[in-house]
Every structure is written in structure tokens, then in C-alpha cells.
């Protein structure tokens, strides 16, 4: 069974940068993806990336292009989210998440194995 662990999270400033953590255990050959969401209070969880571990293809949603971005270590089995030029609708708990069978890595339905959670906050 998988396991995925989140840290990295805290409270910056508009414009700061945060790096983010995911540590996984118990992978199996099904488990291609891995996608980060983040959960806003009242909001629903949104995807914001994911990748492929298998050839490290990487998909941003565009409202993250060019601020964020992920690299994975497999050696480690961690991947990891740098978000740079932090703003205030950035905060909210992150997540990670697989899934034996992702049709769309964003859709948070298609997900069945999740970590706990981080909490990033921006203030202005």
C-alpha cells in the first residue's frame, strides 16, 4: 500500500518561496503518477502539477507556469515542489497524491491514495 508523507509548508510573505516534500513508500508498478493539489478554505482541491515518475514527463497548470516547479528524486522517493514568487491565493493545505489507474492527473476523483497535508500561507 502507499504511503505519501507532505513537509515543507509554512507562512511567507508575498513573493517568498517555498519548497515542498513528498515522500513515498510501498510504490507499485501501477503507480505512474504523482500530482501535487492544493485545498483553499471553502475551495475545492485543484491539481497544480503532476509527473509521470516513469519518464519524468512534468505538466503544469498554467497558473503556476514559470513560478513553480517539480523535481523528483526516485533514489529517494521523494518529489518535490519548488513554488517561487508566492501569492496570497497560493495558500491553502497542499497534497500529494497517486493512483493506480489516473486518467486525467488533475482530477482529484481519479486519486486514491493521499498524503495528510501542508499548510502554506501568503500573506500580503
Known amino acids: 500500500q502507499v504511503h505519501l508523507v507532505e513537509s515543507g509548508g509554512g507562512s511567507v510573505q508575498t513573493g517568498g518561496s517555498l519548497r515542498l516534500s513528498c515522500a513515498f513508500s510501498g510504490w507499485s508498478a501501477s503507480n505512474i503518477w504523482i500530482s501535487w493539489f492544493r485545498q483553499a478554505p471553502g475551495k475545492e482541491r485543484e491539481g497544480i502539477v503532476c509527473?509521470?515518475?516513469?519518464?519524468?514527463?512534468?505538466t503544469y497548470r498554467d497558473f503556476v507556469k514559470g513560478r513553480f516547479t517539480l523535481f523528483h528524486d526516485n533514489a529517494k522517493n521523494t518529489v518535490f515542489l519548488q513554488m517561487n514568487s508566492l501569492k496570497p491565493e497560493a495558500s491553502g493545505v497542499y497534497y500529494c497524491?497517486?493512483?493506480?489507474?489516473?486518467?486525467?492527473?488533475?482530477?482529484?476523483?481519479?486519486?486514491?491514495?493521499w498524503g495528510q497535508g501542508t499548510q502554506v500561507t501568503v500573506s500580503s
Open positions: 509527473v509521470n515518475i516513469r519518464d519524468g514527463g512534468t
Open positions: 497524491a497517486t493512483g493506480a489507474q489516473i486518467y486525467n492527473c488533475f482530477r482529484s476523483s481519479d486519486f486514491n491514495a
